[in-house]
């Protein structure tokens, strides 16, 4: 758990490195309360992180038949400056995806589940665990609107690049 931890402050990190600058205090939810749960779906599995009673922080999807990770995704989000509603939150999240338990690629996306999200920061190819393809895309941060905290709907990127939910 603890370099599950470390991992997760690494890409907090490597965050706040692209995008320097200061952010608000209060910019990021901080983790009040979690609880892990196991859910079970078809031929695969789901083991999340649930923060906040309703925020899954982390989830790792796994095969029933080989027990082998397929899919994972860390998030943090982003507290609105109004809260209305869940969908208020926008989030950072980093995906994994494997290929027979091998890493095979990471990227990031940023976006709301109220509307869409966009790809950012580095997208990474991995062969035998080892980098072999790096496609760069805007950093995440540079897309938000850190004062209003939304997404720059209005940017060329995100209007192209928007991947409805």
Do not use: H
């Amino acid at each position: 758990m603890k370099i599950k931890s470390f991992i997760f402050l690494l890409f907090l990190l490597k965050i706040n490195i692209l995008n320097a600058g200061t952010l608000p205090s209060d910019f990021y939810m901080k983790e009040k309360y979690k609880k892990f749960i196991k859910e079970d779906v078809g031929n695969f599995y789901y083991i999340e992180k649930i923060i906040n009673n309703n925020f899954s922080a982390v989830s790792e999807m796994y095969s029933k038949k080989d027990n082998k990770i397929i899919e994972k995704y860390e998030s943090v989000y982003i507290n609105p400056v109004q809260l209305e509603s869940y969908n208020d939150y926008y989030q950072i999240t980093k995906k994994y995806e494997y290929k027979s338990g091998l890493i095979y690629k990471t990227n990031y996306y940023i976006g709301n589940s109220n509307n869409c999200f966009v790809k950012c920061g580095e997208e990474i190819f991995y062969r035998e665990l080892k980098k072999y393809k790096i496609n760069k895309y805007p950093s995440c941060l540079s897309l938000f609107d850190i004062n209003e905290r939304k997404l720059k709907y209005e940017t060329d990127y995100v209007k192209n690049n928007c991947i409805s939910n």
